[in-house]
């Protein structure tokens, strides 16, 4: 079946633009989560969507970082205005159940980058 | 914060030879999982090890966990040069969601 989708697979904007990001996760996963790693990092958590709670939006950033899940599929992150450490890919990750409790699927992320 | 991480930063090794790379973390957890990635982009989930297991068998993979010393490592045994990626371990705690690591670069030459 389908696997995580995500678009763009690249984004070049300007500093103080705002960007959107989509995620299409596996279609019957509970889960939706967002990471994003900067160039030879690990992943740094943003935020994760379980069924119709409220989202862990413990890992945002910034209050510029914005995320929503619209009718518990697709899922959009939003960055206002870009800032130049904002460059980054941007992985989003779905699984059956919560956290820890299934494996995660990925994406092959959104390459952000802020000139 | 970082929670787990990953020992050596980077490997190189002969097709054939044993990779072995390590994972410490700092806090109680649930179960640790790895996770491998090509180019940068999307990761591959290839093993969960559950807090009350010492140690997992997939393939050619071979994962053990001490909680005593809160460490784990990955074994990659025979490798060959598709082995080639970054080995991420990831913990995770009640009601959180998973911690990733800063990876293990791995590279197996012909």
């Known amino acids: 079946g389908a696997g995580v989708s995500q678009s763009p697979s690249n984004k070049v904007t300007e500093k103080g633009k705002d960007v959107e990001l989509r995620c299409d996760p596996i279609?019957?996963?509970?889960?939706l989560y967002w990471y994003r790693q900067s160039l030879g990092q690990g992943l740094e958590f943003l935020i994760y969507?379980?069924?119709?709670?409220?989202?862990?939006k413990s890992g945002l950033p910034s209050d510029r970082f914005s995320a929503e899940r619209t009718g518990g599929s697709v899922s959009t992150l939003t960055i206002q205005r870009t800032q130049q450490e904002d460059s980054a890919v941007y992985l989003c990750?779905?699984?059956?159940?919560?956290?820890?409790?299934?494996?995660?699927?990925f994406g092959p992320g959104t390459r952000l980058t802020v000139l | 914060s970082q929670q787990g991480e990953e020992d050596p930063q980077a490997l190189s090794i002969q097709e054939g030879e044993n990779a072995t790379m390590n994972c410490s973390y700092k806090?109680?957890?649930?179960?640790l999982q790895w996770y491998r990635q090509n180019s940068g982009r999307g990761l591959v989930h290839l093993i969960l090890?559950?807090?009350?297991?010492r140690e997992k068998h997939s393939g050619r993979l071979r994962v053990t966990l001490d909680t005593s010393k809160k460490s784990s490592s990955l074994l990659i045994t025979a490798s060959r040069a598709a082995d080639t990626a970054s080995y991420f371990c990831?913990?995770?705690?009640?009601?959180?969601?998973?911690?990733f690591g800063k990876g293990t670069t791995l590279s197996v030459s012909s």
């Open positions: 806090t109680s957890i649930n179960n």
């Open positions: 279609s019957g996963h509970t889960a």
């Open positions: 990831a913990t995770h705690q009640a009601g959180t969601a998973l911690i």
């Open positions: 969507f379980q069924g119709n709670s409220a989202p862990d």
């Open positions: 990750a779905s699984s059956l159940g919560g956290p820890g409790s299934d494996t995660q699927y």
């Open positions: 090890i559950r807090s009350n297991e």
